[in-house]
């Protein structure tokens, strides 16, 4: 079965340049397109889609908006792809602790798109390190940030499972951190789950963003 995308972006030439890139996959299938994240939850409803590529700034609902309300209404919801101009934008920051699964410059060239698109359909997450620790330091808030830590705390994550968090903040897929440890790969999927179940969080990136505020992974 082919992944299929909707793609939300308020400039067409965007939205056809997207199209055209990821329906040249014969395991890639663009099914729906909007032009503002108010339109989102219908098609989402209408369409399952594995994921949403979504543009972060739109007129009338933004993608921080359009990401909450997705995940906050609609049961089994797809992945979601912010879609951005500028990497360290307050608005992609938002997106991340709202519940987007990773972002994607606008810039990119064809074959990061596909391979980005793939990567959140597979459950992995698309963070930039470096680019999530600058976001971090700038726009983690003092509440968010005791709220992570607390987190952190409740969670009692075992050496090894801080571990795991501490690549997943370097942006290693599972397979990188089992090279890395030297286990196989379901061992390395066990212990996040073990994570995410831990800090009660959606996805890999909600951990990671957790890591960060909390200060169990230093963002600078």
């Known amino acids: 079965?082919?992944?299929?995308?909707?793609?939300?972006?308020?400039?067409?030439?965007?939205?056809?340049?997207?199209?055209?890139?990821?329906?040249?996959?014969?395991?890639?299938?663009?099914?729906?397109?909007?032009?503002?994240?108010?339109?989102?939850?219908?098609?989402v409803r209408r369409l399952r889609p594995d994921v949403v590529a979504m543009d972060v700034r739109m007129p009338l609902l933004d993608g921080i908006e359009a990401t909450r309300a997705l995940l906050r209404t609609v049961g089994a919801p797809p992945k979601i792809l912010v879609v951005t101009t500028f990497e360290n934008d307050e608005y992609v920051y938002g997106a991340l602790r709202a519940g987007a699964d990773g972002f994607l410059l606008k810039r990119a060239r064809p074959a990061e798109i596909v391979h980005a698109v793939r990567l959140v359909a597979e459950g992995e997450s698309l963070l930039f390190p470096a680019s999530v620790r600058r976001l971090a330091a700038e726009y983690g808030d003092d509440d968010g940030n005791r709220a992570a830590r607390a987190r952190l705390e409740r969670a009692r994550l075992t050496d090894r499972e801080g571990e795991v968090l501490r690549l997943m903040a370097r942006g290693m897929t599972n397979a990188e951190i089992a090279a890395r440890l030297v286990v196989g790969t379901e061992t390395v999927k066990s212990h996040v789950s073990a994570v995410l179940a831990k800090l009660g969080a959606r996805d890999r990136t909600?951990?990671?963003?957790?890591?960060?505020?909390?200060?169990?992974?230093?963002?600078?």
């Open 1 to 43: 079965m082919p992944v299929t995308v909707l793609l939300v972006d308020d400039e067409p030439l965007v939205r056809a340049g997207l199209r055209a890139v990821l329906e040249a996959q014969p395991d890639i299938e663009v099914v729906g397109e909007a032009a503002d994240g108010a339109a989102v939850i219908p098609l």
């Open 206 to 220: 909600q951990a990671v963003i957790a890591a960060y505020e909390s200060g169990f992974v230093a963002p600078g």
